[in-house]
């Protein structure tokens, strides 16, 4: 695992956004959000100064909140001209959220992160350099994830993660420590021709892999929730995590890559 130097110009390192279409942002930052109306502001805050000198759209997608979400967000939309709000009528759950914003966004690569605001939006542009140089090496698609390495949550949480992590990397090999951060970054074609269910973002590295890409995971930060309660606990996430555990692995086993040839 590699770290990496966010110490050069940002704005040098991806003037080639779009690359015909300079309107086109080179980054949409995707934000599933449900019942965080204390975390938007500080977050949405955060991103817009992580990314600046980036051609880049933020897509909040509030998933049926019940508090003032929606309020909070329409009044940041005024302030932040790069913020987009997508809403759900009711709520879908993460997964779904995290595809109705990649469909709604329209940059060349998707970066999506938690909107818990513990996830640090500081180490999108590290992520975004290493998308670049992993992809100038090949093979695509490329899945860039987070890695936690210093995770600030509860010990239950994090020993319950550590065992649901070695429990799925030794069923689907996706060589992947930390699967479950919700910060990750691809291209957004490649992401959409993934096959898609609930509970995908828990399993985004194996169905790079299935694609016949590759995975590069790199450290990034984590910061305790300031605000509000986890939407989940080890429990929620053991009774669909065995289901969808054995389902991803049926999908590796009825797919081989083509390896294609040009004819001229």
């Known amino acids: 695992m590699k770290r990496l130097n966010n110490n050069m110009n940002i704005e040098t390192r991806f003037q080639t956004q ?27 805050t955060a991103i817009s100064a992580a990314l600046d000198g980036v051609a ?18 329409a009044e940041l939309a005024r302030a932040t001209p790069a913020l987009i709000r997508v809403r759900h009528k009711r709520s879908c759950g993460q997964s ?37 140089e992993a992809e100038a090496k090949g093979p695509l698609p490329v899945l860039i994830a987070g890695h936690r390495v210093n995770r600030q949550d509860s010990n239950s949480k994090r020993w319950g993660s550590k065992l649901a992590n070695r429990v799925r990397a030794a069923l689907l090999q996706d060589a992947t420590p930390d699967t479950g951060c919700g910060l990750k970054l691809f291209r957004r074609q490649a992401f959409l021709e993934l096959p898609h269910f609930d509970h995908i973002h828990r399993f985004l590295p194996a169905l790079f892999i299935r694609a016949g890409g ?51």
């Open 96 to 132: 779904a959220a995290v595809i109705t914003g990649v469909k709604a966004a329209r940059g060349t690569y998707i970066a999506t992160l938690d909107g818990d605001g513990q996830n640090d939006p500081a180490d999108i542009p590290a992520m975004l350099a290493a998308a670049r």
């Open 214 to 264: 590759h995975v590069v995971s790199v450290p990034v930060r984590h910061h305790a929730r300031a605000h509000g309660a986890s939407h989940y606990n080890n429990w929620q996430r053991l009774k669909v995590g065995i289901v969808d555990l054995f389902g991803v692995a049926w999908l590796q086993r009825r797919w081989k890559v083509p390896q294609v040839e040009r004819v001229e």
């Open 18 to 44: 779009a690359d015909t279409d300079p309107s086109i942002p080179l980054l949409s930052v995707v934000v599933p959000v449900h019942n965080e109306a204390p975390n938007l502001k500080p977050l949405i």
């Open 56 to 73: 880049h759209e933020i897509i909040y997608v509030d998933d049926g909140s019940a508090d003032a979400t929606p309020q909070i967000l």
